[in-house]
């Protein structure tokens, strides 16, 4: 079946830094990766959706100058956290849209964030 | 706009027992429908998804799930779990025809099954 990875797995960082997430899709090709941030005990909420080649999508009330995505390749798409702060600690969630089994997305392990 | 509603936080069931997880969603359009499973510090998997055709679709560990037109519903069923079931379960749909393919959510509803 289709494979999502991230990594890393877990970073713990200080207040100011900045931190990069990536996601990988390991078998396909991937036209369009989703961003989500999950905090504890609640669902899922869709940050972004990012196209290969093209700028990301934000949904209303996310800082896309806080929020950084970058989808270089077909297999490839990086968050970056900048300038970090200890409300950015989440759960952060990539997931990966198959183009040819368009209606499905297959869900990468998550990165948790601490920022301390 | 779309919306999912998964009425139940947590439901707790002994094991051997049967289960059912409700899911009820709004959209003013046709959508794709999905259940998606959590274990602790893990991201989603996919369990189940309709997309057209029969109503009743299965997953390959025992679980199914109905789509329900006019209930607008698709409530996760299984007839025996195990205490391997113990996660938490996101209803999503996903609106037909959308370019942008977003899933929308629901709050989740965590499956707790004791000996």
């Known amino acids: 079946g289709a494979v999502v990875s991230q990594h890393p797995s877990r970073v713990i960082c200080k207040s100011g830094t900045s931190v990069k997430i990536e996601c990988r899709s390991l078998?396909?090709?991937?036209?369009?990766m989703f961003w989500y941030r999950q905090f504890p005990k609640q669902s899922l909420m869709l940050m972004a959706t990012?196209?290969?080649?093209?700028?990301?999508?934000?949904e209303q009330g996310v800082e896309k100058d806080k929020f950084l995505i970058n989808h270089a390749s077909l297999t490839l798409s990086t968050l970056t956290v900048t300038s970090a702060h200890p409300e950015d600690s989440s759960f952060y969630i990539c997931s990966a849209r198959d183009g040819g089994g368009m209606e499905t997305q297959y869900f990468g392990p998550g990165t948790r964030l601490l920022v301390l | 706009a779309q919306s999912v509603t998964q009425l139940d936080s947590q439901v707790p069931v002994f094991e051997e027992a049967p289960v059912e997880l409700r899911c009820n969603y709004s959209s003013s359009v046709s959508v794709y429908l999905f259940w998606y499973v959590q274990y602790p510090n893990q991201g989603l998997q996919l369990l189940l998804k309709?997309?057209?055709?029969?109503?009743l679709v299965e997953s390959i560990n025992g679980f199914e799930a109905e789509f329900n037109k006019s209930q607008t519903s698709f409530h996760l069923r299984k007839p025996s779990v195990h205490i391997s079931d113990t996660a938490e379960y996101f209803c999503?749909?996903?609106?037909?025809?959308?370019?942008?393919?977003?899933?929308?959510f629901g709050s989740g509803t965590r499956l707790l099954v004791r000996p």
């Open positions: 078998d396909f090709q991937a036209t369009t």
């Open positions: 990012s196209n290969e080649g093209s700028k990301a999508t934000y």
């Open positions: 309709y997309l057209s055709g029969s109503t």
């Open positions: 999503a749909v996903s609106p037909k025809g959308d370019s942008s393919y977003k899933l929308i």
